[in-house]
């Protein structure tokens, strides 16, 4: 059912090789960067709010000692 | 049932459900592409006359269709965020349009590959990719659009009147263009060779299809959970999630 | 206390008014019509069997991109002075004003086009079947551009340079327009009835006349806050 002869065949496609492969390859690059983009967002939002609270909890902190 | 439907609104609960689905549909997703990318690459038998240029179809109309059917989803969540006031609808319709625009490219561009080996040129105004050029303007337009204004609730708003006008134009301008197709090229072999398809090619299709909508609700569902993040930082369940305790 | 009949006319004499006080600003969509329709045989050939191919083409296309140019003008003064935000808060249906607008805009922009069109058929070797349903089908879809664009400007009225953006987002909605009025030209020229392909056009732009000044006013009150 495999309809190549030899992996060699399957890479060359009949000499549409380079528009077959071209197409996926392309297609899988931006497709897997549609999923991950939002992934790596997400966690750069989530880190800089961390950081954003971690600061404001050490000046509150500041505040209280000064204050005592 | 208000209750429910006002709970469906809440990013919070949003963001907890979505979390949970979304293993099941990046794997459902990638066992469909895979499997159907497969077989349409190495088990579909050749086309008479393309040869094996043909698998492009594989990505090319799984693509087609999401793009145009996101444009609708778009449209629609525009219109739920702007007629009920829901803030979460207006998520999902920012979350769908830069999906919608690289499913349009991928759709355009694997078209135009495949147009080489099978026509001599990349660049053929049939009327299936005239309309996705016009879809991927329309497209742009709203990205541009959400861009330019100040405050994000008059952002949401006027996306959502342009996503509404062009919702209505989509046919008009699909019908026009094939119509226009017909007046200069009568002959020319059509893209759309679904119909007379063999169905040992079909099938993969089929699978294929499906995939792209399962990556299609996967990419769409973390998008608004980004954009959800985004609005909510100043609530104590986001902030709750930037600081595990 | 003002009517509906007074206001709607009123604000029609007023913006003519203002238009015709720059007159030099009103010729611009015509010059542009006429410098892009003079480019054409310099650019491609004189030829005047490969010009009579192009010109119900070209000539089309001219008209829309003056269209496009002057669309501007709409609301960008008013809303600079302030007047569209008074426009907005007045007792009066904004899509009457709306339409008032795109009336008055129209008489100066689309009209001029379509009057100007025959010349410029004549210098594009336009073969004498097609001066009739170019005309027509010019001011039926002059008309459409005018209220579609409406929309798209009321959008980015606020925006820094929104006219970039405002092209961007009419363009396709421009497209079916561009194809029906064209190809009624063609027809003529090869000798065939046009009269359906007209109709199309006269539907569409009934339908865009009874929806486009709604959109428009519901676009107006969200660009100005912008």
């Known amino acids: 059912m495999f309809q190549f002869e030899n992996l060699d065949a399957f890479m060359s496609m009949g000499g549409h090789g380079p528009y077959v492969w071209g197409s996926y390859g392309l297609s899988l690059v931006i497709m897997g960067w549609l999923a991950l983009a939002p992934l790596r967002r997400q966690r750069v939002l989530l880190t800089k709010l961390h950081q954003r609270l971690q600061a404001k909890d050490r000046r509150m902190q500041g505040e209280r000692n000064e204050g005592s | ?245 | 206390m003002t009517t509906l009949k007074g206001a709607f006319f009123g604000l029609i004499l007023r913006d003519l008014s203002v238009a015709l006080r720059h007159r030099g600003d009103l010729l611009n969509p015509l010059f542009f019509f006429l410098i892009v329709a003079t480019l054409v045989p310099l650019g491609i050939s004189p030829e005047s069997a490969r010009l009579a191919a192009m010109a119900p083409g070209m000539i089309w296309i001219s008209a829309l991109l003056a269209t496009l140019l002057a669309l501007d003008d709409l609301f960008q003064a008013d809303f600079a002075d302030g007047s569209l935000v008074q426009l907005v808060l007045s007792p009066q249906p904004l899509w009457l004003l709306v339409l008032a607008k795109i009336i008055a805009h129209w008489l100066v922009t689309g009209f001029p086009v379509v009057l100007f069109s025959p010349l410029l058929g004549l210098m594009l070797s336009l073969p004498k079947e097609g001066f009739l349903p170019l005309l027509l089908g010019l001011v039926l879809g002059t008309s459409v551009f005018s209220l579609l664009g409406a929309v798209g400007a009321a959008l980015t009225v606020a925006l820094h340079k929104g006219s970039a953006l405002l092209s961007l987002l009419v363009m396709p909605l421009y497209v079916p327009v561009l194809i029906f009025g064209t190809s009624a030209v063609q027809r003529a020229i090869d000798g065939m009835s046009y009269g359906g392909v007209m109709a199309l056009l006269a539907a569409a732009s009934g339908f865009t006349l009874l929806v486009a000044p709604f959109a428009a006013a519901g676009a107006l009150k969200v660009g100005i806050n912008g």
């Open chain 2, 1 to 245: 049932m208000w209750q429910w439907f006002h709970k469906l609104g809440s990013p919070r609960w949003f963001y907890q459900i979505s979390g949970k689905f979304l293993p099941w549909l990046a794997l459902a997703s990638v066992v469909l592409i895979v499997t159907g990318a497969v077989w349409g690459l190495a088990f579909a038998p050749e086309d008479a006359r393309q040869g094996n240029s043909f698998r492009i179809i594989y990505i090319h109309v799984p693509a087609s269709f999401l793009a145009l059917a996101g444009y609708y989803v778009m449209a629609a969540a525009g219109a739920v965020g702007m007629i009920w006031k829901i803030k979460l609808a207006d998520m999902v319709m920012v979350a769908a349009a830069p999906l919608g625009a690289a499913l349009t490219f991928i759709a355009l561009f694997t078209g135009a590959v495949w147009g080489k080996p099978t026509w001599g040129t990349y660049w053929i105004w049939d009327a299936r990719i005239t309309s996705m050029l016009v879809l991927l303007f329309l497209y742009i337009g709203i990205i541009a659009l959400s861009h330019s204004f100040s405050t994000r609730e008059s952002s949401a708003r006027a996306c959502a009147i342009l996503a509404l006008v062009g919702t209505v134009n989509i046919p008009i301008i699909y019908k026009s263009v094939d119509w226009w197709h017909t007046l200069h090229q009568p002959a020319t072999i059509k893209l759309s060779g679904a119909p007379s398809m063999h169905p040992d090619m079909f099938k993969p299709l089929l699978v294929m299809i499906l995939g792209f909508y399962c990556f299609y609700v996967l990419v769409l569902l973390l998008n608004t959970r980004t954009e959800v993040l985004l609005r909510e930082g100043r609530t104590n369940w986001v902030k709750d999630l930037a600081q595990p305790k």
